[in-house]
């Protein structure tokens, strides 16, 4: 069969070998998920991949893995040809296996259609490419790109929107710190159970702060609250 995508130009990631194997690893496995998703049990191991309206696609997967992440176009649009394996879809709609083989060829022929890429097709696939890792997310078209892999196709047509990230020299990793009272290490909330400490000389706890706890009530004087009350009921004229 004859390359229906003729005339559109593969696009040129300028990633290293390491990070693109990283990149196709992270699709995989959102790929692998989509699959596991169809089964009901299979959705309660899915909390960041998957929600209660189908599987996540690439944008809101972007946000929630990499760090500082958004939408943050770099340069104009344009039409191409994007890797199938770098690529992050969702298929939300129909799958692969909704589709009878006859139908899968003709869907084949039509969605690898030059025209798939221009911005006026009215079934284009819209995606962004994030350029610093040759990461591609799948805006319009989510559908289209667990078919493409199924059917063994490497590209895909797009009209493509270059995104940029932060360089990989701007991040860095810390320790985090143990947040230190801003009162000095010696200094205990008022209230708290460490401002409460014994008094040398007494059996009574004394706050550092200096207010003095309210004393509990004791046995004695519960019962002889009590025992007045008693006495009262008994004097009562209207109980005679």
Sequence with gaps: MAEAD????RVDDGISTELREQVRTMVDAKYLVDELARDRAGRRLLGPFYDSRGPRNGAELFRGVFP???IDHDGEAFSGLVPTTQTIGASERWTTQA????????????LRAPERASPAATERAEYFWIRQLGLFLAHEGKNRVGFFRDMQVDWIPAWIIPCRYIA???LSTRPRRRQRNPAGPNFNWPGSARSQQPDAHSNKRVRKDGIQPRAPRTIRSTLRRTSDRRIAWR??????
């Design 168 to 170: 990989a020299d701007r």
């Design 6 to 9: 003729a005339g559109l130009q």
């Design 99 to 110: 589709l009878s083989e006859e139908e899968r060829q003709t869907s084949l022929v039509f």
């Design 235 to 240: 004097r009562s004229p209207a109980r005679r």
């Design 68 to 70: 500082f992440a958004d």
